[in-house]
C-alpha cells in the first residue's frame, strides 16, 4: 500500500504561481510513476501531468503546458508540480497519483493510488 499525501495548495490571484507537493510513504517504489490530477467544481477529474521514474518521460496536459513543471525526487519520495501564471479556469482540486508502472499515464483508471487532494483556487 501507497499513501499520498499533497500540500501546497491555497488561495492565489490570477497571474501568480503555486508549487504542490507529494509525498509517499509506505510501500513505495522509485520504479513507479507518479501523477497529477485535477478536478474543477462540477466537472470531471482531468490529467494534469505526469512523470517516469528518472524523469525522463513527462507529459503534460494541453492546458497547462508551458505553465506547470512536474518534477520528482525519489530520495525523499516526493513529487512536485510547480505551477505559472495560473488563472481561473485552473481552481480545482488537485490530486497526486501513483502508478505502478515505468510508463506514465494520462489515464485515472490506470493509477493504482490516490491522495485526498490539495484546493488551489484563483482569484481575479
Known amino acids: 500500500q501507497v499513501r499520498l499525501v499533497e500540500s501546497g495548495g491555497g488561495l492565489v490571484q490570477a497571474g501568480g504561481s503555486l508549487r504542490l507537493s507529494c509525498a509517499a510513504s509506505?510501500?513505495?517504489?522509485?520504479?513507479?510513476?507518479m501523477g497529477w490530477f485535477r478536478q474543477a467544481p462540477g466537472k470531471e477529474r482531468e490529467f494534469v501531468a505526469a512523470?517516469?521514474?528518472?524523469?525522463?518521460?513527462?507529459y503534460y496536459a494541453d492546458s497547462v503546458k508551458g505553465r506547470c513543471t512536474i518534477s520528482r525526487d525519489n530520495a525523499k519520495n516526493t513529487v512536485s508540480l510547480q505551477m505559472n501564471s495560473l488563472n481561473l479556469e485552473d481552481t480545482a482540486v488537485y490530486y497526486c497519483?501513483?502508478?505502478?508502472?515505468?510508463?506514465?499515464?494520462?489515464?485515472?483508471?490506470?493509477?493504482?493510488?490516490w491522495g485526498r487532494g490539495t484546493q488551489v483556487t484563483v482569484s481575479s
Open positions: 497519483a501513483c502508478r505502478r508502472s515505468l510508463i506514465p499515464s494520462m489515464y485515472e483508471y490506470e493509477y493504482d493510488y
Open positions: 509506505g510501500r513505495t517504489s522509485s520504479s513507479y510513476t
Open positions: 512523470i517516469s521514474r528518472r524523469g525522463g518521460s513527462i
